[in-house]
């Protein structure tokens, strides 16, 4: 009877010691018994090529100054006492004498005399010729009595802001821009080269 105790005792051990076979763990998404593979994501640059569009070059502004622009320019003695000179711009003009153009000047009586020369040496009161960058312009100023005098600049049109017109003093060799300020100058009648047509001219440019 012991014996057979013994022997069921034993075979109880030997049943509970017995392995069990693990059933594989399912990977979420996967069936059970197939196995996972690490994936490597690779990430690729794609460079981007940019071509600059070449630059056109823009051909420089014409030099010049609306048509009918003109000015006055006057030579004052005092109140009562002056002369003007009328310039006018126009592109088909000429620089030389044009009766259908200018204004020839005839001198008169005033203490003061002004005119502007034109290429041909004729003394003009209105003068209309062509602008050019530049240009000079040549005056012929005179007085009947020594003393202090004024070049002023009476009245413009259609001059644009960038246009300066210069006075020239050859005697003294200054140069004011007139659109700027006056200028004040001694005429000495035992000095001929104080007054007449070689001291003073205009230049006009930007």
């Not at 000429?94 to 040496?121: C, H, P, R, W």
């Not at 050019?132 to 049109?157: E, H, R």
Request: proline share 5%; net charge neutral; charged share 20%.
């Amino acid at each position: 009877m012991k014996t057979l105790i013994l022997s069921l005792i034993l075979i109880s051990t030997l049943v509970a010691c017995k392995k069990e076979t693990i059933a594989p763990v399912a990977t979420p998404g996967k069936p059970a018994g197939t196995s996972t593979t690490a994936s490597s994501s690779t990430t690729s640059t794609t460079s981007t090529s940019t071509t600059s569009t070449p630059v056109t070059p823009v051909a420089a502004a014409t030099d010049t100054i609306p048509e009918m622009a003109g000015f006055k320019l006057k030579l004052i003695e005092d109140n009562t006492n002056y002369d003007e000179v009328l310039f006018m711009f126009k592109q088909k003009s000429s620089t030389t004498y044009d009766a259908m153009e200018d204004g020839k000047y005839f001198t008169g009586n005033g203490q003061v005399s002004l005119a502007s020369i034109s290429s041909d040496g004729t003394d003009l009161a209105v003068n209309s010729l062509p602008y050019s960058p530049g240009m000079s312009i040549g005056l012929d100023a005179n007085a009947k009595t020594d003393g202090t005098y004024t070049f002023d600049l009476s009245f413009q049109i259609k001059i644009p802001y960038d246009v300066h017109i210069w006075l020239k003093d050859n005697l003294l060799n200054n140069s004011v821009d007139l659109r700027i300020t006056d200028y004040t100058f001694k005429v000495s009648k035992a000095d001929p080269n104080s007054f007449g047509n070689k001291r003073f001219e205009l230049i006009i440019k930007r």
